[in-house]
């Protein structure tokens, strides 16, 4: 509490210290409102609001609100939005006002498809911020998918400095951190384990996005707790104006969304909900086949997600917002001969949210929220069970102040609690006799705050900058941290088509991912920093260099970044991680390095878009000798399983007339590193009868697999309903049938004769061939 107090005295004091800023003896006016889809409402984050006469405009923030400010005067101004008809409003700025604009989609929409949503490539070039990816889902919905299934983070994997996990799987690693070191935030609320379907898919639906927002790097200072990324997503507030179904039917999954007004103009919601069918087809399979001898029933396997979000305007100046999400995996497995296994986890997050417009110039955000994950196995062998389980669950409070000085100088201040409530590990088991019953839980709180400041400030014409400062705090029991981060970045434009960036960002990583690598459930553990485990930490440098090219229809970029951490966690050999209550002491502590260069092109307008993207990056860990052991690799630097060289990616998508979309993306990148024996001795009983071959290990990760390259093409169809829009999506996964490698392993060659072994063969396992499939997609 003391902590929270001494981050308002803090937050209030740059406050006032700014206000000066604001006196000019000219007479301006400031202009605010909203900028919305004229179709269904949905607000327009990134949208351009200009005066051209003045060469001065504005983007709107993530909820589509814009302020700009103005001397008294006629001027015309310019509203734009790609994919949307650009719209011009002729006004004569004598005052103060709310205005809001709505822009009806272009007729071209579909040769104007853009991934990145938010405003045009000038916008870009000048904006100060960097190291920023943002995704559009309406637009992302267009690009080939595994199974149909649209995935935001498998879209945000075809961005430079962004590795996947491996074949089929939505984990981030970015700019060469590990995967717990992303904060994803769902309208605020930090959602902690963002997949479905073991890491195939992730649980953002499609439908009830409106928004993505991905930093690797310079990220500003009100984010903080991860140390690799941010992942801010923003889902639909629905239509205020009239109600609207739509959905999808593929080949494993159905969607239905259903949006409409609370009362017009006032307030809507928006629900969306989705399910997979395995189950359906797996459970007709075993019933088939129950009665076969030796038959292995298929497990059983789903996953259900459910988004719900409303709005209400309280005045002119408040609005409310409540948003939930409840998502579910759920497999188990029930054989004939007495075992059953049954395992669910998932994510369930609240936020309720205040929006308050003191002045034209000054805004509050506050935001409740309460999340938490949690996983639970269970399985049963006759009379005996056992049950494992885990969660973690935090109460948040979040306020956020923007005020706008001036023409020069747009402040933001805030501050964050958090309470934690780690459940490390709940183990039980039990007989139905009752001779059996024993059960042991860890569990650990902990407390977290944070308060920061920082300020856009507009040097001149050519010179901008966004520094800040973010403290943090952390407790656990009697254990405590704190910690100051700070962030800058600048943008200095050589000429109107050129410009220079830099940034510099430290964080702070307060609770840790516990994962058993050698489990193939998602069985991973958040624990907190206690005294023998420090928090993470990592500060990164970057620059670049942006250039518009070819009339401004195309962005080039290209930055380097410099990323080094301590205090990074790992385990020692045979760690205990379940029902330990001294996990403290299975921990090893090292520190790493991440370095690359990443260059971008990309084309927004025409009837053919898309991009192409290539990293050249190298990422290190080194763990050395501690806590009895010899570290990690002999204490030695070595390279991650996420470690790729070479990363490119191509994407294209092409407005073949009114009713067809064509779309293609082709991805390339070194091979994972990864561990595999340099030979074998033989070692026998000392009667020499048995003879066992003993793998000889080189240093970790000494070799790496063949490369990971795949082509995926898809086809957007427009349908000619008689009511409301529908078409058919068709998608072609891995289109020459490329066998990836996901891992390796060697199998025993024997003499046919006498049965002995007389070598080893390695062998690769591939998951996905070519994948065909189609979506039919509806609205009305």
Do not use: C
Request: glycine fraction near 10%; hydrophobic fraction near 35%; charged fraction near 20%.
């Amino acid at each position: 509490m003391r902590l929270y107090f001494t981050s308002l005295r803090f937050g209030l004091f740059l406050l006032l210290s700014s206000l000066p800023l604001g006196l000019h003896a000219q007479q301006r006016y400031t202009l605010t409102g909203y900028v919305r889809s004229g179709a269904d409402r949905s607000v327009l984050p990134g949208a351009s609001v200009a005066v051209p006469s003045l060469g001065t405009g504005v983007t709107a923030d993530a909820e589509g609100f814009y302020t700009l400010t103005l001397p008294e005067g006629r001027y015309q101004l310019v509203i734009s939005f790609i994919g949307y008809q650009t719209q011009t409003r002729d006004l004569n700025v004598n005052r103060s006002a709310r205005l809001s604009f709505s822009l009806p989609e272009a007729s071209n929409q579909l040769g104007e498809v853009v991934i990145e949503g938010t405003g045009t490539l000038e916008q870009k070039l000048q904006t100060t911020q960097m190291s920023v990816e943002h995704l559009n889902a309406r637009d992302a919905k267009l690009l080939p998918a595994l199974f149909g299934e649209v995935d935001l983070l498998k879209t945000l994997q075809l961005k430079p400095g962004v590795q996947n996990g491996g074949e089929g799987t939505s984990g981030l690693f970015v700019r060469g951190g590990s995967a717990d070191q992303n904060l994803f935030l769902l309208d605020d609320a930090v959602v902690y384990n963002p997949s479905h379907l073991f890491g195939l898919f992730s649980v953002f639906n499609a439908d009830a996005v409106q928004s993505v927002d991905l930093y690797k790097g310079g990220f500003p200072a009100q984010y903080g707790g991860r140390l690799s990324s941010v992942v801010d997503v923003k889902t639909r507030e629905g239509n205020p104006e009239k109600y609207s179904v739509s959905g999808g039917l593929g080949l494993i999954s159905s969607r239905l969304t259903v949006e409409g007004p609370i009362v017009k103009d006032k307030g809507a919601f928006s629900l969306s909900g989705r399910r997979t069918y395995f189950d359906v087809f797996t459970r007709q399979i075993n019933k088939l086949n129950k009665n076969k001898e030796d038959y292995s029933p298929i497990p059983d396997y789903y996953f259900y997600d459910f988004n719900a979000k409303a709005n209400y305007k309280l005045g002119e100046k408040d609005q409310i917002f409540l948003t939930g999400y409840y998502g579910r995996d759920v497999f188990g497995f029930n054989s004939t001969g007495g075992f059953n296994f049954d395992f669910t986890w998932g994510n369930t997050v609240g936020v309720a949210r205040w929006n308050h417009v003191f002045t034209p110039k000054l805004f509050l955000n506050t935001s409740f929220s309460r999340t938490s994950y949690q996983y639970q196995i269970a399985n049963r062998l006759d009379q005996f069970g056992f049950s494992l389980s885990s969660e973690i669950q935090d109460y948040a409070v979040r306020s956020d102040l923007d005020y706008i000085a001036n023409d020069r100088h747009t402040l933001k201040l805030g501050l964050s609690a958090t309470a934690h409530r780690f459940n490390v590990g709940r183990l039980s088991a039990s007989s139905t006799d009752g001779s059996l019953n024993i059960g042991s839980e860890t569990g650990y709180r902990g407390q977290e705050a944070s308060v920061y400041g920082s300020d856009n400030f507009k040097a001149s014409d050519k010179l901008q900058l966004d520094y800040g400062l973010r403290l943090t705090g952390f407790q656990s029991g009697t254990d405590r941290f704190a910690a100051l981060e700070p962030r800058g970045a600048a943008r200095y434009s050589l000429t109107p088509k050129t410009s220079l960036k830099a940034s510099y960002a430290m964080m702070y990583q307060y609770v840790h991912l516990v994962s058993n690598s050698g489990a193939s459930l998602p069985t991973d553990i958040w624990y907190p920093s206690r005294l023998n485990v420090k928090p993470q930490r990592s500060q990164q440098v970057a620059a670049g260099v942006s250039f518009l090219l070819g009339q401004g229809k195309y962005l080039l970029t290209n930055e380097v970044y410099y990323k080094w951490a301590q205090n990074q966690v790992d385990f020692r050999d045979g760690a205990q991680l379940f029902a330990n209550e001294d996990l403290d002491a299975e921990f090893l502590f090292g520190k790493g390095w991440a370095y690359g260069n990443e260059l971008y092109l990309e084309k927004k307008t025409g009837r053919t878009t898309g991009w192409v993207g290539y990293s050249l990056a190298w990422t290190k860990r080194q763990f050395p000798a501690q806590r009895g052991t010899s570290g990690i690799n002999n204490g030695k630097v070595f390279y991650p399983t996420y470690d790729r060289r070479h990363n490119l990616t191509v994407v294209v998508l092409h407005q073949l007339n009114e009713r067809i979309n064509l779309t293609g993306s082709f991805v390339f990148t070194s091979g994972a590193p990864t561990t595999l024996p340099q030979g074998r001795f033989l070692l026998q009983d000392i009667f020499g009868d048995d003879v066992t071959a003993v793998p000889i290990y080189p240093d970790r990760n000494t070799y790496r697999m063949a490369p990971y390259n795949r082509l995926d093409l898809g086809m957007v169809y427009k349908l000619r309903p008689k009511r409301g829009e529908s078409d058919l999506t068709f998608s072609v996964y891995n289109a020459y049938n490329r066998r990836n490698p996901y891992f390796i392993y060697f199998e025993q060659v024997r003499n046919k004769e006498t049965g002995d072994v007389t070598n080893f063969r390695a062998r690769q396992v591939s998951l996905f061939p070519v994948i065909p499939s189609v979506t039919y997609n509806f609205k009305f």
